[in-house]
């Protein structure tokens, strides 16, 4: 099992993160772990809801919302708005459509990003992206950032019966990699990504930054948080 015993610095940093048994394999959280995607989902929403005649939704509100899937996001926003239920067929087939115009369009890759893939690559552990975001729009995305080239496996909300934060996509992607859940490191940005781990057996470091649904993700059960993904790397 992972250990939990990550000293940490006067300002919850870890200066040193002890994770055993050794690693053999790393999962990567996409949105708000990888690249600031929050441009392109509101953009997205923003047409969506044109296209239904109801108002904006502000990009700050927006952000409490992303991390749970589409279906999640798209339902929050027409809760938001006061929306009936009724349009969230609609909602969804104009989302789907307005997404992949805007996939990348409006985001940007974190710092340390690319520095942190390269090392983990470079000692030899297999790497994985994990996200809810429909598969399709995550290859599509890695691909337009260049980052797709660092992963081995790459699965969105919809490769697995359930959702992050259940534990199946976690499991099933250690198995894809052919890794032990407890040698697996999940870096992911939210609650989300912890509670999967730990249901997992999976290790779990945060990023300081990301969506973590409005709430401090320091107060998060983790292994460890750090302020990019070149720190995380370092620490391992």
Not at 99 to 122: F, I, K, M
Request: aromatic share 6%; hydrophobic share 45%; net charge negative.
């Amino acid at each position: 099992m992972p250990s939990k015993n990550a000293e940490r610095g006067s300002a919850g940093q870890n200066p040193s993160l002890v994770l055993s048994p050794p690693l053999q394999a790393v999962i990567v959280d996409l949105d708000g772990t990888m690249v600031d995607t929050l441009g392109d989902f509101s953009a997205a929403l923003d047409r969506m809801l044109a296209d239904l005649a109801l108002p904006a939704v502000p990009a700050a509100a927006v952000v409490d919302m992303v991390g749970k899937g589409s279906e999640h996001l798209i339902r929050s926003v027409l809760a938001r708005v006061q929306a009936d239920p009724g349009l969230y067929d609609a909602a969804w087939a104009s989302y789907q459509r307005h997404y992949p115009d805007v996939n990348g369009r409006h985001s940007q890759v974190y710092p340390g990003v690319v520095e942190g893939l390269r090392t983990l690559q470079a000692r030899g552990l297999a790497l994985a992206c994990l996200t809810n975001k429909p598969t399709d729009f995550a290859r599509a995305l890695l691909q337009d950032k260049g980052l797709d080239g660092f992963f081995a496996q790459v699965f969105g909300g919809d490769a697995f019966a359930r959702k992050k934060p259940d534990p199946l996509p976690l499991l099933r992607t250690c198995e894809a990699l052919g890794s032990a859940p407890s040698r697996t490191l999940m870096l992911g940005d939210s609650s989300n990504d912890a509670q999967a781990a730990r249901a997992a057996g999976c290790p779990v470091v945060l990023v300081s930054y990301g969506y973590n649904h409005g709430q401090p993700v320091r107060a998060v059960d983790a292994d460890g948080w750090v302020d990019s993904l070149a720190e995380a790397a370092a620490l391992l």
